[in-house]
């Protein structure tokens, strides 16, 4: 019996749900950059854009951070993932996952003071980078190539 014992799956799918909002905030937010710096700060559509970027943020990218992480080190401790190859490369990308989250957290922030130090076409580069993590990601976790 491990760890997690019967209820190994119901984590892994609690895990992979909130792996999916995080995603989904992920791609969402880079996007509300963009359209948030058209307007001038300090005008009624820029307080908007404060909100929505805050309220993605507070409601669903911080707590499914957090569960992402304490559901999936669950779910690797319970089959002993901390011994196999595949893991250590999707363990540093969710790391560099975690970090784009808090650089994203400093940009709305920033976004809220009036400064915009990234042009349009940067924010839509950013915009790939969990788009490409999440891809490799999963070839890790269903290939296990190594």
Known sequence: MTFLGAAYLWVKAAHLIFVIFLMAGLFMLPRFFVYHQESPAGSEEDRKWIDRERKLLKIILNPSLVLVWVLGLLLAYDIGAWTMGWFHLK??????LSGYHGWLSGYARKLARGERTLTDKKLRMMNEVPGIA?????????????
């Open 91 to 96: 363990l540093l990308l969710v790391v560099g």
């Open 134 to 146: 999440v891809a490799v990601i999963v070839i890790l976790v269903i290939v296990k190539p190594f």
